[in-house]
């Protein structure tokens, strides 16, 4: 089982921008795709960025514009560097791997905060 490792959360005010990375033990180019989810308090978890083996994204409505997912495959690191961020975009962001129909892995995820 890969073992996924996310970093770079923490607390930012409104308008600012972080950059998560998530460390793969294993060569990320044997994964379908990888990507980032969040879980807010009270909600459900929801997709924010994807990124496929082929280099195809998606993104949610609620973030596209402000938020570019990418890869370094040299690290086996997948990044999410997010800009203009929003007191709505306060969640744990978890780094998703998927291989094939049955393969999922999950990373512990990082608190992202934006407040003043």
């Known amino acids: 089982q890969v073992h996924l490792v996310e970093s770079g959360g923490g607390l930012v005010q409104p308008g600012g921008s972080l950059r998560l990375s998530c460390a793969a033990s294993?060569?990320?180019?044997?994964?379908?795709?990888m990507g980032w989810y969040r879980q807010a308090p009270g909600k459900q978890r929801e997709l924010v960025a994807t990124?496929?083996?082929?280099?195809?994204?998606n993104y949610a409505d609620s973030v596209k514009g402000r938020f570019t997912i990418s890869r370094d495959n040299a690290k086996n690191t997948v990044y999410l560097q997010m800009n203009s961020l929003k007191p709505e975009d306060t969640a744990v962001y978890t780094c998703?791997?998927?291989?094939?129909?049955?393969?999922?892995?999950w990373g512990q995820g990082t608190q992202v905060t934006v407040s003043s």
């Open positions: 998703n791997a998927v291989r094939g129909a049955l393969y999922r892995a």
């Open positions: 294993e060569n990320i180019r044997s994964f379908n795709s």
């Open positions: 990124l496929t083996s082929g280099g195809s994204t």
